[in-house]
């Protein structure tokens, strides 16, 4: 009898202990964070895509948003040990409380039975906005500055990649007044000749660089005359200075007695490395639209008026102009590179990117985006959608730039999002 307790207790012992011995279960937050951090990425991936096959079917584009999460999680668990004595003296009391029955080994007629349950829960809550309003879309289909291009084109992004996705047309004018324009639409029958020109504009040196300039503010101050409004002007500048980006100085160095305030601008702007192809771009083009370099004198600065953005006269050179897309245009765009890569004579647009293949530096052809309709379901994608009764997707091999393709979009989009063009109250709330 003593024997068969010693069991059961050291049986609800063993099992607690198992139970409770170890680490405690508990909601894992980071593994919650790093869950909603990958179905984000898949959805916003498959929103991308799913606007690009969109724009290849001329249908409406639509963004939505996602602007909070909430996560909840929670664990209970408890254990027990049931046990059944049938008595070996009827009428002993209690069912055989104090009697257990008799058996071999004094174990048969007796039955202990540990019991546990564990339960864990964890959910998200998330809402859904829709960007379609006017301050969003006001920004949507304004053109790229070019502010945003040189951010990426000073961040290792390979320039051809970038200016196939921002540069709509090129406009180049000859000497004699003749222009010709080239459409950057692979489904265009001159597509070949702006690929030719914008890898030959690349291999010159084409970039961009954000001037500093200072616009006169006014007219010139004679000393003598503002002598006596003179420490409230210094004052007024002092404390608008850095604020403003505003300089005091003389008109010239020969006139000391004139001041000129002056504010501080920006001005971005197309042009070409003297340090790349000097030669070659200053035989067909002119020093004109070489960047300015910052050992430049007054005069040199003043004469290099870069790439504008329209053709100007040149009486022995060439000019040219690059007209920027919008970010719309840049889907309407991608869309078109899968109308070319899936009709009857799929046309792919690939870009020349520098491979070291053996200690030697070769061009490999890239392509710019891989679309597959349709394909094989085990095949692993980066973004897959279903839309008007077909599946697309984006292979994660194999695909080229497409990767950075989504990448660039993002950031191109989160930009578009200024302060009020996520609503403030949700569109769709998703428990």
Known sequence: MRTKFKLALAIEALFCLSLFGCTSIAPDFSDMSQTYQRTIEKYQNNNLLLNIVRSSKNMPLSFIDIPSVIGTGNVSETAGLSALIYSASPGSGLSGLFTAAGGAGGYIASYYQPSVSLTLGRSFNFTQSSLENAQFSNEFLSTIPIQTIHYFNKRHTPREFIFTLAIDQIIVKDP????????????????????????????????????????????????????????????????????????????????????????????????????????????EFGETMFCQSSFSNSKQKIENIGITGTASNNKSKQSISLVLRSNKDVYRYLGEVYIAQSQGDPRMEFLATPVKINNTIKAEQIPLLVIQKNPDLSTKAIASIEYDGAIYSIPAENSGYSAMVLDILSQFLNLNKIPGSIPPSPAVLVK
């Open 176 to 283: 004699d007044g003749t222009t010709k324009l080239y459409y950057n639409n692979p489904t265009v029958g001159n597509f070949s000749e702006f690929q030719s020109i914008l890898k030959k504009l690349v291999a010159y040196g084409l970039t961009t660089e954000i001037l500093k300039v200072d616009a006169p503010m006014g007219p010139p101050l004679d000393i003598a005359k503002m002598e006596p409004m003179l420490g409230q002007i210094v004052m007024q500048y002092v404390g608008a200075k850095d604020k403003d980006k505003l300089n005091f100085k003389p008109v010239s160095d020969k006139n000391t007695k004139a001041y000129q305030i002056t504010q501080e601008k920006e001005i971005p702007r197309f042009c070409f490395d003297p340090t790349v192809e000097y030669k070659n771009v200053e035989r």
